[in-house]
C-alpha cells in the first residue's frame, strides 16, 4: 500500500474562479486524451446516482476501467478497478483548495492511495520513489493543462 499526496498552486496572472477550475478538471472526465494523450478512447457511463460514473480507458494493448464519484466544485475522485492482475489497485482524488489569503488564488490537492502492486512498495524505497516522481509529474502536466484550459476560455 502506498499513499502520497501533494498540492499544487493553479498560479495565473488573471482572477480566475472555482467554476472555471471545476469545468476544466471536469475534462479529465469528459476528455481524459487531454490529460493522457496515451488514450485510444475513451466510454462514462452514469450508475447508481448522478455521483458516479464507471469509465473504460482503452489503450490499445489494455483497458482500464474506473468508477469516478465527485462533490461538485469540490472533488473528483478516481478509484481504479482491478483487471485481470495487469495494474494495481487504488484511487486518485483531486480537491479544489482555496486560499483563505487570496480569495482569487487556488490549488490542487492530489491524494493516491495505492492499494497494491506488483511489487511490496515497502520492500523497494527506490520502487516508492520512482512511483512518487510519476505522480509529481503528472500533477504537474494535469495542473499545466487546467491552467491552459481555464485562461483559454
Known amino acids: 500500500m502506498l499513499f502520497f499526496e501533494e498540492t499544487i498552486a493553479l498560479r495565473t496572472n488573471k482572477v480566475i474562479t472555482i467554476s472555471q477550475i471545476w469545468n476544466s478538471l471536469w475534462q479529465k472526465v469528459e476528455q481524459p486524451k487531454l490529460f493522457t494523450p496515451t488514450i485510444i478512447k475513451h466510454q462514462n457511463q452514469n450508475i447508481e446516482n448522478e455521483k458516479t460514473i464507471r469509465r473504460e480507458l482503452d489503450f490499445g494493448s489494455h483497458k482500464i476501467y474506473d468508477l469516478i464519484t465527485f462533490e461538485f466544485q469540490k472533488w473528483i475522485n478516481f478509484e481504479i478497478i482491478p483487471n485481470n492482475d495487469l495494474h494495481a489497485s487504488g484511487s486518485l482524488k483531486i480537491l479544489i483548495i482555496a486560499n483563505n489569503e487570496n480569495p482569487n488564488s487556488y490549488s490542487l ?40 484550459l481555464v485562461l483559454n476560455k
Open 109 to 148: 490537492k492530489f491524494v493516491y492511495n495505492l492499494k497494491g502492486t506488483h511489487q511490496s512498495a515497502n520492500d523497494d524505497a527506490n520502487y516508492v520513489e520512482y512511483l512518487k516522481s510519476a505522480y509529481h509529474q503528472a500533477d504537474l502536466d494535469c495542473v499545466k493543462v487546467i491552467r491552459n
